[in-house]
């Protein structure tokens, strides 16, 4: 159930861009979170861009020359280790970059930032009650087999 908010100046990345980064965003986080790529899954993982003026977003009180990109990463308390928490930034960093076609260079890594931003189970509502630990999901409405019968 990650949720993820994209903000970046307007005219950074056309809008087949930003979709492609959106998808590609949620698929990478999901990963890193272990959450299955099932309709389930991808319900409840939300991606949001902000799209700002270009005078809305600033570096050092000036616009940039160079397009920045931030991203603040949702989750749940406990369900990323700090290997997953690094590779989240890692990947979302290279991905933004690859999507714009920038070389992966010291510079250009440093104008990708990712925030990530962990709640405690009990704070996180989806249907008007805290998330349960199993969440909405049953491994028996996901696995199917072809020998596969109602239980009684």
Same mark, same amino acid.
């Not at 977003?57 to 369900?79: D, M, S």
């Not at 990947?91 to 440093?110: F, S, Y």
């Given at each position: 159930m990650p949720m993820i908010e994209l903000s970046y100046r307007e005219? =950074?990345?056309?809008?087949?861009?930003? =979709?492609d980064l959106l998808h590609r965003a949620t698929k990478t986080l999901t990963w890193w979170e272990k959450v299955p790529?099932?309709?389930? /899954?991808?319900?409840?993982?939300?991606?949001?861009?902000?799209?700002? @003026?270009?005078?809305?977003? %600033?570096?050092? /009180?000036?616009e940039p020359t160079k397009p920045r990109y931030r991203f603040r990463v949702h989750t749940i308390a406990g369900l990323?280790?700090?290997?997953?928490k690094q590779g989240t930034m890692r990947d %979302?960093?290279?991905?933004?970059l690859q999507i714009e076609g920038a070389p992966l260079t010291p510079e250009n890594l440093a104008r990708?930032?990712?925030?990530?931003?962990?709640? @405690?189970?009990?704070?996180?509502?989806?249907?008007?009650?805290p998330y349960a630990p199993s969440g909405h %999901? =049953?491994?028996?409405d996901e696995i199917?087999?072809?020998?596969?019968? @109602?239980l009684d």
């Amino acid at each position: 159930m990650p949720m993820i908010e994209l903000s970046y100046r307007e005219g =950074s990345l056309s809008e087949p861009q930003v =979709s492609d980064l959106l998808h590609r965003a949620t698929k990478t986080l999901t990963w890193w979170e272990k959450v299955p790529d099932t309709e389930h /899954g991808r319900a409840i993982a939300w991606t949001l861009a902000n799209e700002l @003026p270009a005078n809305k977003f %600033l570096v050092g /009180g000036q616009e940039p020359t160079k397009p920045r990109y931030r991203f603040r990463v949702h989750t749940i308390a406990g369900l990323l280790d700090d290997r997953a928490k690094q590779g989240t930034m890692r990947d %979302l960093t290279k991905l933004t970059l690859q999507i714009e076609g920038a070389p992966l260079t010291p510079e250009n890594l440093a104008r990708v930032w990712v925030l990530l931003r962990e709640y @405690p189970r009990e704070n996180w509502g989806i249907a008007g009650a805290p998330y349960a630990p199993s969440g909405h %999901l =049953s491994a028996l409405d996901e696995i199917k087999v072809e020998r596969d019968r @109602p239980l009684d």
